[in-house]
């Protein structure tokens, strides 16, 4: 019966760690949200615009110059999470 305790007791620990991993990735990942609409606000265009630039269908330096610019303030953020 001891046995089955600690296999229990072992298996918890393993779930919680790699439930644990996973919630790090995934908030890595919640930094990104509303990417769009954080450049569109800077820039004073539609959110719209900024996806359809980031997609290919439209070309702006300045938007994919502000897009880049928030990955990379995104990817500090998540470094430091």
Do not use: C, P, W
């Not at 046995?3 to 890595?28: F, H, Q, Y």
């Not at 897009?67 to 999470?81: C, D, G, M, N, P």
Request: net charge positive; proline share 0%.
């Amino acid at each position: 019966m001891v046995t089955n305790g600690a296999k229990n007791t072992s298996k918890k620990t393993e779930l919680t760690r790699v439930s644990d991993k996973k919630n790090t990735e995934l908030l890595k990942h919640v930094h990104y949200r509303g990417i769009f609409s954080r450049v569109a606000r800077q820039l004073g265009v539609d959110r719209s615009y900024v996806s359809r630039v980031a997609n290919g269908q439209r070309r702006s330096a300045i938007v994919e110059d502000a897009l880049l610019a928030e990955i990379k303030r995104v990817e500090k953020l998540s470094k430091k999470s």
